[in-house]
């Protein structure tokens, strides 16, 4: 008997699903992108539960006839492609033909759609592939989808969908991706009937103020300056933050042809032409389009992968990296690259200086709180300890380690007796059985602290204190949607937080521990924790909290300690079940062996 059948449509397109539709985002970047292919000048996406019970996209777009409505949600129907050669000149944002396959597969699909030349439009009802309902009906022209209840018969995949707060996340973070390269065309994003984002048709520069700006605060977009290149090969426009304005959490987007890529090389031609201009950490903003002709470029890869491959990645990366230098005013550092010869640029790519690793300058003595309310000035070593003021006084580790005592780690040496040094007012050492401990003392500190944070997190509620002038946390949407997740936590924690507006919290009180901090950037970098670190279980972004925290509580490296300083930090240190390595993995304590010392004589 022959055992070989093929699989009917609807069980194909669920398993084909799986690679196009993962998550409500990805739902909703195939719709925008087919209303954007279609022309459209005003879309409107409406969410329900992060996309779990109801997405659906409103466009102005051409609209499909009968026929093509319902061929539409055949697999590899495309009006987009021909022949396999049109996949070198793509102009459109899909062709694979096969978004609206998957997601009828999964979903409860409801569609109606209008051509200007029809007098009624076609309404289409699909539950999982099976076409329920296709009937005339009046409706404007464009196309409305509705997808209800994605993954209704994919039980698996509804439970692998995370958080509502984190699919929302998502959501806006694919729609950004979108909306910063179409801003002539509107754009409204609705979350559980509240407008979360109206952006009106202008230009690039005014629609990155829409999404990131806020009227109250400064111009967003006035702490960038604008890049501008053409050359034979590629152009390259838009905008990088000056290099006195950035933040930790950076905004950073390139986009080819209208579409978002992630590029890693070249984000390291923009970090390396900003090189020893950033303090520590800080990373730089920046929004950059590029334009190359389509057969330079690879973008037939993976339908939900945003990486690119360009066929002269080297001479881009020059390119770039000389464009962001100019706009920077640094053009002269850059390399030798002609741009006036007959419009082409020449460079010697085989003899050419090597690229050069982004070089950050590193600053011991920063503290990311000061940097920000004063980063006019750039911090030197000369006035660091007056960085300080303030700041060391309440954090004698004998007032603030107030952690209770817990069996101290089997091997841990005994730090009751015995001498301890300081070196260099950096590091703790300290003679033990077989060799000379180093140890990082603010590491050391930052550690205790986390296991504080962290118990205080899980058991009890932080101690916390009223501020004397409340501040205002201003936060872009997904910010806001962040807050909200982690808004018990940072409560438990000591934050006192109450929202404001649909965007801004008002914040007056503060983890006692770190009173003496600003709240605002204390707060803002906690979410960036979270965010980088994709924490989005409450074990994860607890453990970011306590992290963040504890990093800008502990004592700096610099600080010069007492004895009593010394010892009490380390007996607290050796009390953790893991002393020598952060969470994060970074060394605590390094032993210099006895017999390495020995060598030396
Ligand atoms: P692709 O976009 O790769 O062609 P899709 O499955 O996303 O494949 O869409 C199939 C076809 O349906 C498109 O080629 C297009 O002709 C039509 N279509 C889909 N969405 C719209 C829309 N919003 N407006 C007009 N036509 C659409
Ligand atoms: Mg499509």
Redesign the pocket.
Known sequence: MDIIHLLPDSVANQIAAGEVIQRPASCLK??V???L??G?SRIQVIVRDAGRTLLQ?I?D????SEM?ARL?FERH????IREAQDLFTLR??????????SICAVAQVEMT?RRAEDETGTLLEIHGSDVIRQEPCICPV??N?KVSNLFFNVPVRRKFLKTDQTELRNLLTEFYHIVLVYPKVNFTFVHNDEIVLELPAGTEKQRIEAVFGNPKRNSYTSAFVDISTETDLVGIRGFVVKPENATRKAEQYFFVNGRYMRHPYFLKAVQTAYSGTLTNDYQPSFFIYFTIAPEAIDVNIHPTKTEIKFADEQTVFQILMASVREALGKFTLAPQIDFDTQGRIDIPLSTGQPVRPPQMRIDPTYNPFHTRQNHAQPQTVAHWESLYEGVSGPREPEVSLTRPAVETAPDAPDTEHGPLWQYADRYILMPVKDGLMLINQHRAHAAVLTAQFMEQLAHTQGAMQQMLFPEVLVLTPDDMVLIQTLLTDLRTIGFDLEQLSPDSYSVQGIPAQVAHMSAVPLLQDILMQVREQGADTPAAWRSQIARALAENAAIPSGKHLTETEMRDLVTRLMQLPEYRRSIDGKTIVSLLPDEEINKRF
Do not use: P, Y
């Open positions: 195939e719709l992108e087919n209303s292919d279609a459209a996209v466009d777009g051409t609209g499909m093509d539409a129907a495309t009006s987009k459109t944002m899909g062709f694979r033909g096969e978004a609206l396959a759609t464009g196309t989808i």
